[in-house]
């Protein structure tokens, strides 16, 4: 009869994998709760894709302004065709005085008040020409003399409008099939796209080059540590949502998150009052120098967690925490990488429409289509004039016009 271990036994490899597992199974639960809590304000998630039991987004207090522009605001609106580029003028004009009922007469001298301009389609949506190439025969010689319709005629069945209004139909961050990433690099007034298969340095030295000039900025994604830091800013709107993560981990992670959130209210609100020109960049860079000196001793403080996502996390911002704040001395820097996003967003409903690109060429295309259309829009220029003059400079074998002018 075997022998009970006495109380100094050591326990068994079962017995201690079965210790580790119990020890580790709350942190597995916690992080497929997180996974399962993913939404538009802790992840990268787009709203649309919210589950059910997400938060509704935040109603902001009425703030007891009228809707609309506010005073010493400067109104955008339509700009107005030239007299010549008009098709058709319609004139109101008063059939009698209002005051007396007097009616007007014929030399009346009448002033042109406001103009308002409607555009609209056609109801022939499309006009069609047809040409036709006809031959003679010689009743001297017998020869038969052929017309040819002109070469530039027969490389498409659309004419030069119509083929820039059909290329025209682009709008899409994630691609399909023969490229799966679609990368944007964008400023005020130009936005270029490329298509790779690959989400590497390989994919962004093709897109920014080699050796990268000016100020970028980015995500924390790795591949963009190749770039030097003094050359980066770091978008804060993801690291908002990373702090919105370590509220809602809950535990050690909590206090991270709720200074965090406190942090990026208080940044937010320096960067609207330069935007608004109550404050200079001296005076931003002045007050935002306490806030980074806290941020950077709490987070120091707490890289040591044992908390699986949040360690790592206060690793990653320390690595690059001078790129957080360089929106306060780069020029044309913001704190988000928003307009990027917003140049990816037409992309995003042509992949939907479109399924992704099939071969090379179709990358080619979007790419192209993207730059231009994007870059287009950002200067103010007409889309379809420069497509239907780069069709005519295809059809006549000529160089396309020129993107930046």
């Known amino acids: ?194 298509l790779d298969p690959c989400r590497n340095r390989d994919a962004m030295r093709m897109l920014l080059g080699k050796k990268v000039r000016g100020t970028i900025c980015t995500d924390r994604y790795g591949v963009y540590d190749g770039v030097p830091l003094g050359q980066r800013a770091i978008c804060r709107a993801h690291l908002k949502r990373d702090f919105q993560q370590c509220l809602e981990r809950g535990g050690a992670s909590e206090p991270i998150g709720r200074e965090g959130l406190s942090l990026c209210k208080s940044v937010s609100r320096l960067w609207r009052r330069f935007r608004s020109r109550r404050l200079s960049r001296q005076s931003v860079q002045r007050r935002i120098e306490p806030l980074r000196a806290k941020m950077r001793k709490w987070i120091e403080r707490r890289v040591g967690l044992q908390v699986k996502g949040t360690s790592g996390f206060c690793r990653e911002v320390l690595k690059v925490e001078p790129a957080l704040w360089t929106f306060t001395t780069a020029r044309g820097i913001e704190p988000t990488n928003h307009h990027a996003e917003r140049m990816h967003r037409p992309a995003v409903m042509w992949r939907k429409q479109s399924l992704g690109s099939h071969s090379v060429g179709g990358c080619r295309f979007v790419e192209r289509m993207m730059t231009a259309v994007q870059t287009l829009k950002l200067m103010g220029r007409s889309v379809m004039d420069y497509l239907t003059e780069a069709v005519r400079a295809l059809h006549g074998g000529l160089w396309p016009p020129a993107l930046i002018a």
């Not at 201690?16 to 990268?44: F, K």
Request: hydrophobic content about 30%.
């Open 1 to 194: 009869m075997a022998e009970s271990p006495t109380p100094n036994t050591p326990p068994g490899p079962n017995c201690v994998r079965l210790e580790r597992l119990i020890h580790e199974l709350p942190e597995e639960v916690a992080e497929l709760r997180r996974q399962l809590n993913r939404n538009s304000g802790n992840s990268s998630l787009p709203p649309s894709a919210n589950p059910p039991w997400a938060p509704r987004p935040v109603a902001k207090k009425p703030t007891g302004r009228r809707p609309g522009g506010q005073p010493g605001h400067r109104g955008h609106f339509r700009k107005l065709l030239p007299q010549d580029q008009i098709d058709h003028i319609v004139q109101h004009k008063p059939t009698a005085c209002e005051h007396c009922a007097a009616k007007w007469p014929q030399n009346a001298k009448w002033q042109l008040l406001s103009r308002h301009q409607v555009t609209e389609l056609p109801k022939p949506a499309v006009e069609v020409t047809e040409h036709q190439a006809y031959g003679c025969r010689c009743e001297k010689c017998g020869q038969m003399t052929e017309a040819q319709i002109p070469e530039e005629l027969t490389h498409s069945a659309l004419g030069e409008r119509l083929s820039a209004a059909v290329a025209k139909n682009v709008d899409e961050t994630e691609w399909k099939r023969a490229g799966r990433y679609l990368w944007v690099a964008a400023t005020r007034r130009l936005a270029v796209f490329h």
